[in-house]
């Protein structure tokens, strides 16, 4: 059966390779007219730096202006399109790619695939979480329809929500150890940072829990055997 591509639709590729570089297009023919209309005001901070975009406002200036606004719109459309996940749903293997990061699971490893609000989820025999990554319209029928098309078994919710419990720091009712790394992840979090966070729900998932998130807030859960 031919493959299924799932993450950003034709449509959405379309809107941002079209739509961002009209945006700089604009921006950069804009500029100089902002630029005059705030020298008018009584007062403005940094007016030597708008003086000489106003000064651009014409010939090669304002050509220049525009086509830094195109160059700056591409790099947007192009961040934005490798940035976002991509998912390649295949008979016998899922690849997925985000960025510069590929992966592969293969399809005897995955036990359930669902969708949690906009996160695309597969889990392992374990009830491992081996992908969870927010996806491009995950509640679309079409993500459903691609996973069932290559008899995945996929599932309307997760079937464990009912064991996820709030976290909070010294949670008697986990290891000292487990503990430790949800406050390292909590950390992560608070800080934004996507790669920490991942790589601390891996080491979660090594002690025999795994974890989920709402905001900042964390929620574990034991491992469960299939």
């Known amino acids: 059966m031919a493959e299924h591509e799932l ?3 034709r449509g959405d590729r379309w809107l941002i390779w079209v739509g961002f570089p009209l945006v700089g297009l604009a921006a950069g023919w804009a500029l100089p007219l902002l630029a005059r209309w705030l020298l008018d005001l009584p007062w403005v901070p940094f007016a030597g ?26 790099v947007f459309a192009f961040v934005a399109v490798h940035e ?12 997925l790619r985000l960025g510069d990061n590929a992966r592969t699971v293969r399809r005897g490893e995955i036990a359930a695939v669902f969708v949690d609000g906009r996160h695309l989820v597969v889990l392992d025999w374990e009830s491992r979480q081996v992908v969870r990554d927010r996806l491009e319209g995950a509640g679309h029928p079409r993500v459903a329809a691609a996973f069932r098309a290559h008899g995945y078994p996929w599932l309307e919710r ?4 009912a064991l996820f419990r709030r ?21 992560a979090l608070t800080n ?14 090594k002690l025999g829990y795994t974890v989920r998130d709402d905001g900042t807030t964390q929620h574990w859960r034991p491992l469960v055997r299939s």
């Open 7 to 9: 993450g950003l639709s």
């Open 49 to 74: 730096p708008i003086r000489l975009v106003a000064a651009l406002d014409a010939g090669f200036g304002r050509i220049a202006l525009v086509g830094a606004g195109l160059l700056l719109g591409l």
């Open 84 to 95: 976002t996940l991509r998912v390649t749903v295949a008979d016998f293997e899922l690849r």
């Open 158 to 161: 997760d079937p464990f929500a």
């Open 167 to 187: 976290w909070v720091p010294d949670l008697p009712d986990l290891p000292g150890a487990v503990n430790a790394v949800l406050a390292a992840r909590a950390v």
């Open 192 to 205: 934004k940072s996507a790669t920490d966070a991942t790589e601390l729900r891996d080491e979660v998932q």
